[in-house]
Nanobody, 121 residues
């Protein structure tokens, strides 16, 4: 069994910063791409940032210049550093990863349960 667990969400004032973490635990053989998504009330889930197994990053236009995604492969963890936060960044943030379990060759697309980020004006 493999699971993703996010942490680091909370309430912050506009202009502030938060750092989200997402750790994969269980029978993890390898992790390919990892990403952060978010979903605001009444809106569709959208990709915020992603990072490949080789470290190539990609960002939504709304995140460029403010957010930084990184990963620690030794800890099976991905981070999202969020600076200059705006009220429109308020959402539930979800971790996503393509994980290969021990004993399997097929990557599984897994999601964490989400962590709430609220930015007050």
């Amino acid at each position: 069994q493999v699971q993703l667990v996010e942490s680091g969400g909370g309430l912050v004032q506009a202009g502030g910063s938060l750092r989200l973490s997402c750790a994969a635990s269980g029978s993890v053989s390898s992790i390919n791409a990892m990403a952060w998504y978010r979903q605001a009330p009444g809106k569709q889930r959208e990709m915020v940032a992603s990072i490949s197994g080789g470290g190539t990053t990609s960002y939504a236009d709304s995140a460029k210049g403010r957010f930084t995604i990184s990963r620690d492969s030794a800890k099976n963890t991905v981070y999202l550093q969020m600076n200059s936060l705006k009220p429109e960044d308020t959402a539930v943030y979800y971790c996503n990863a393509l994980i290969v379990r021990y004993g399997s060759w097929v990557p599984q697309n897994l999601w964490g349960p989400g962590t709430q980020v609220t930015v007050s004006s």
